[in-house]
């Protein structure tokens, strides 16, 4: 299969490609530059990889890239990491890119994206404040984004009650680490409040994402799908967390926090996509 990997350069594409690679699959990486010379990925190298480098704000570009390249699915990476301004800088890149990509790939018949959303259109810590109805946050959460970098994250619905032969994943990760990394964080709980703690390790994480490409009979449409650590960075119990600093979010009916169990309900993710967290 040929894979466009757009966002390639990024810490996220980074490991996609690599492990597209790794599947055998052919790859072409899309970005807006190329990589500094002091920090090209191995994979560069590689006779499967090509690399372009094309805006994606600009939607003929875009779409020019994608018939040339003859690609079979998508996984669009490409974005600003922040809500940056809050104004007009993560709107005018993130929206505009993720609508460009995804109408792309309805105008060439692409059936299959999967694409990169976050755990903040749960309005999580770039909201002015979480709105949390329960634990553990789960797909049927009310999405209530603020600020343009969540916004960003739900358009596939309109693309799909349009062209709904097309298949569209939208994989919501926490903070994607290593575990090295993951293990330096601070521990002091109150820094990591507003994201209620949570990580995905960054090959896991990516492996998510050719899991949502595979054939597959038990879904279709736009599905999301948190994609998460089963634990917190922490090693406090989760629901003495959970007593201190959201008392009033309730816990949904039949779930308990057991240990340093995460606050986000993957179990979807496992069900449908096969996905399940790999350290």
């Known amino acids: 299969m040929k ?6 350069n990024g810490s996220v594409g980074r490991r996609v490609v690599q492990a597209a690679l790794k ?5 072409v990486g899309i970005d807006y530059k190329q990589a500094p010379l002091e920090d090209t990925p191995a994979f560069t190298s590689d006779p499967k990889f090509t690399f372009r480098e094309v805006d994606l704000k600009n939607y003929d570009k875009a779409l020019e890239a ?8 998508i996984v669009q990476l490409a974005a ?3 809500p940056e301004d809050y104004v007009v800088v993560a709107h005018n890149t993130n929206v505009v890119i993720s609508w460009n990509i995804l109408r792309a790939a309805a105008e060439l018949g692409i059936k299959r994206v999967a694409q990169a ?30 600020e343009p970098y969540g916004l960003s994250k739900l358009q596939a619905d309109t693309i799909i009650r349009r062209y709904p032969f097309m298949r569209v994943a939208s994989l919501r990760l926490s903070w994607s680490l290593s575990n090295e990394f993951k293990d330096q964080l601070s521990k002091d709980p109150i820094q990591r409040k507003n994201d209620l703690w949570g990580w995905v390790n960054e090959d896991s994480g990516a492996e998510a994402f050719l899991l949502a490409l595979d054939d597959s009979d038990k879904w279709d449409g736009h599905e999301a799908f948190f994609i998460t650590a089963p634990d917190t960075v922490l ?5 003495g967390l959970r007593q ?7 816990m949904k009916q039949g779930k308990e926090l057991i240990g340093n169990q995460g606050f986000f309900d993957c179990s979807k993710a496992e069900r449908l996509l096969g996905w399940v967290h790999q350290y």
């Open 117 to 146: 959303s976050s755990v903040n259109v749960i309005t999580l810590v770039w909201s002015q404040g979480p709105i949390l109805d329960y634990f553990p946050l789960d797909e049927d959460h009310p999405c209530r984004p603020d």
């Open 23 to 27: 599947r055998g699959y052919s790859v």
């Open 244 to 250: 201190k600093f959201w008392p009033n979010v309730p």
């Open 235 to 239: 090693k406090e119990e989760s629901e």
């Open 3 to 8: 894979l466009a990997v757009t966002g390639c």
């Open 80 to 82: 600003v990491r922040t």
């Open 66 to 73: 994608l018939r040339e390249e003859k690609a079979e699915a």
